[in-house]
């Protein structure tokens, strides 16, 4: 059974930070990318950044760059979101996913590609 289980979100004033983990188990293809999403009220769900199975390789969606850095542990079921500068408008449930049988150098970027999905972890930034 996949599991992805994310944690660290939580309230802050703009300007602040917050780390996201997300820990990854059960899943058994060779390789398999490891993605943050979010989901404001009201809105679409969106793409915020991904990272390959190398972890050299990344995506990041445009209102972040700059802001976010996005890091895959040596363990490889680990994914951290260094969330920096935030701002109301990040304010969303975030998602981990997973995304299996990629290349090793491979970005996924669209949710529809990610078949695994964690429960989500709120982040709520305040002016």
């Known amino acids: 059974q996949v599991q992805l289980v994310e944690t660290g979100g939580g309230t802050v004033q703009a300007g602040g930070s917050l780390r996201l983990s997300c820990v990854a188990s059960?899943?058994?293809?060779?390789?398999?990318?490891l993605g943050w999403f979010r989901q404001a009220p009201g809105k679409e769900r969106e793409s915020v950044a991904a990272?390959?199975?190398?972890?050299?390789?990344?995506f990041y969606t445009d209102s972040v760059k700059g802001r976010f850095t996005i890091s895959r542990a040596s363990a490889k079921n680990t994914v951290h979101l260094q969330m920096n500068s935030l701002k109301p408008e990040d304010t969303a449930v975030y998602y981990c996913?997973?995304?299996?049988?990629?290349?090793?150098?491979?970005?996924?970027?669209?949710?529809?590609?990610?078949?695994?999905w964690g429960q989500g972890t709120q982040v709520a930034v305040s002016s």
């Open positions: 996913a997973a995304s299996g049988g990629v290349r090793s150098a491979e970005v996924r970027t669209q949710p529809a590609e990610y078949a695994w």
């Open positions: 059960g899943i058994t293809t060779t390789r398999y990318n």
């Open positions: 990272v390959s199975w190398s972890g050299g390789n990344t």
